[in-house]
């Protein structure tokens, strides 16, 4: 195929910006839109000049023109959009958190696996310029052995106890919505944690509102961070090592640089510029390993994705957040 023929299913914020990242992909078409309505559906394939537009999820996956799909539902319906996909035949690029739990992530795996189709977490962050610099300085040993992972995510939302961050139903509270960004990029610099702790303030409708999480890994490397919906944290991430430091510039999760810092050697700041908005470098992770044939990417891979997943059980578990659909 010389492009890659892109659908997506669910026209909010996340929607919009996905399609926007991909209108900077050489290689990226995007040719399909569902939405639960058909004026929803017409209103984004305007803005985004997207020739289907489709009334129903279950149209755009049999839509025969699609090769990938973008799933940008909330939370609790990744799990029953990814498998619809896939059951069209699709390769899924899902948005985060890629399940409400480990057992849904589990399910959602089986079956791309089982059908031999592509799947990937959409972990936008990991794609970045700034993140591929942060894994080679760490693999250079630019900082000596790496110890220690300081980061925060968290902002003031309204409370509105039906909107998504709110709705257990939906998969509300901090740790599914930004929370999981701490604990992805803990898991992409030290694996699974052997140990969990974590404390929450759980508010009015019973989701997590703010937290504080640390995660012990092999050989007592921590993980330190905090997340929020109603209260807004600093955005910095810190790298800390045995011979320096990187910190990641504000806001962390989507930065055009770093500063590296050497015992002795002073600071040293390298900037890591993005193209476009940033989503793009996810979407061009999917069209290269499809391209490759390739059934997962390595920089997001699914075991990982599940791993983060089992973590976040364990992290609620502690806090006795357990949503209906559970």
């Not at 990744?78 to 399910?107: M, Q, T, Y």
Request: glycine share 10%; with cysteine.
């Amino acid at each position: 195929m010389s492009k890659i023929r892109w659908g997506i299913i669910g026209t909010g914020s996340i929607a919009h910006k996905f399609a926007t990242g991909l209108g900077a992909c050489a290689d990226a078409e995007l040719v399909a839109v569902g939405s639960r309505r058909q004026k929803t559906a017409d209103k984004f394939a305007s803005e985004f000049n997207v020739p289907h537009r489709h009334a129903s999820y279950e149209a755009l996956a049999a839509d025969a023109d699609v090769d990938a799909v973008y799933i940008a539902t909330p939370h609790a319906m990744h799990k029953e959009d990814s498998i619809l996909c896939l059951d069209a035949g699709k390769a899924v690029l899902c948005e985060k958190p890629f399940a409400i739990n480990a057992r849904e992530a589990k399910e959602v795996i089986r079956l791309a696996r089982k059908k031999k189709l592509f799947l990937m977490e959409a972990m936008w962050s990991r794609f970045q310029p700034v993140q591929v610099k942060v894994r080679e300085l760490v693999a250079a040993g630019a900082i000596g052995e790496v110890r220690m992972v300081q980061s925060d995510f968290g902002f003031r939302a309204g409370l509105d106890p039906k909107g998504r961050l709110f709705d257990p139903h939906l998969g509300g509270g901090a740790l599914l919505d930004v929370g999981v960004y701490n604990i992805s990029l803990a898991s992409m610099l030290f694996g699974p944690p052997t140990e969990v702790k974590a404390l929450a303030h759980l508010g009015e409708t019973g989701v997590d509102e703010q937290a504080a999480v640390i995660l012990i890994h092999e050989g007592g490397r921590l993980a330190v961070s905090s997340t929020a919906i109603r209260t807004t944290t600093l955005h910095e991430a810190v790298i800390l090592g045995t011979t320096g430091w990187i910190r990641i510039d504000k806001p962390w999760w989507r930065s055009g640089g770093l500063t590296l810092t050497v015992h002795g050697k002073g600071d040293t700041h390298i900037d890591t510029p993005m193209t476009s908005n940033g989503y793009n470098y996810e979407a061009g992770e999917v069209m290269s390993c499809l391209a490759a044939h390739r059934l997962e990417s390595d920089v997001m891979p699914l075991g990982e994705t599940l791993s983060i997943m089992k973590t976040m059980d364990r992290i609620r578990a502690q806090w006795g957040l357990k949503y209906p659909m559970e």
